[in-house]
């Protein structure tokens, strides 16, 4: 089994979908097909189930995508240790970042860091809280940025900017206190995401059991949670980042309801080898601060 087959089976099993797989990884469909084929024959184990024109992971496949992405971050790895030893003039770095930070906060900082160091590629995955972390975790990526809190021993966090929060609705209110939180509709993220965990927080802080409210959509990024709030489905609470220019054309107002900010924090394994091009990036940020 080589590398290669292994990217193949990993950018299939993805999108689930031979075609676009392919397309991703700008090779043909039977060169996809093929990669897939000879693995599932040497083994003699199906990874897909073949359904009509579609395809979908077995049970195997399932247990097979984590560990081949583990063995792709760590072949990645691997390279960019050898490419650290060149210095700063080439290589790659590896992130992933949830859904806000990586659509909003990191674009013109990976902009700043490219324009400093232009030899160095940078390869971005969005996830969420949790996700990021497993990220990191298996080494698929080197540095991960989120802004939900995480339990696990051997990834360092740090801080590394504030995000403000806000409440927004389609329709202006007048007062707002735990009881109206309570019956309200609310738009919300998934379970998992950093924006999910901190509104459920904040909630609790103001005596309000998050499970006890009525939670009329649940969905799988900002942007949608921000455009059903736009159409009057219920309520949000989002980075401003995220509703600044819906607030500013009146699709959604702030409701007079005080949130304290997040953090964005950044993830590295600690027991992992700590590339220059990494340190090189969270210097970086650093010195841009708040920008």
Known sequence: MTLEQLRIFVGVAEREHMTRGAEALNITQSAASGAIATIEARYGVPLFHRVGRGIQL???GHVFLAEARAVLGRAAHAETILADFAGLMRGRLTIVASQTIASYWLPPRLAAFHARYPQIGIEVAIDNTQGAAEQVLSGAAELGFIE???DEPALARWPVDHDPMVLVGRER???????????ARWVMREKGSGTRSTIEEDLRAFDVDPAAVNVALTLPSNEAVATAAEAGAGIAALSRLVCARALKTGDLVE???SLPDRSFYALRHKERYRTRTADALTELIKEMGSA
């Open 58 to 60: 077995t049970q195997a």
């Open 148 to 150: 939900g809190e995480i």
């Open 173 to 183: 209110v007048d007062a707002i206190d735990a009881a109206w939180l309570g019956a």
């Open 255 to 257: 409701l007079p309801f």
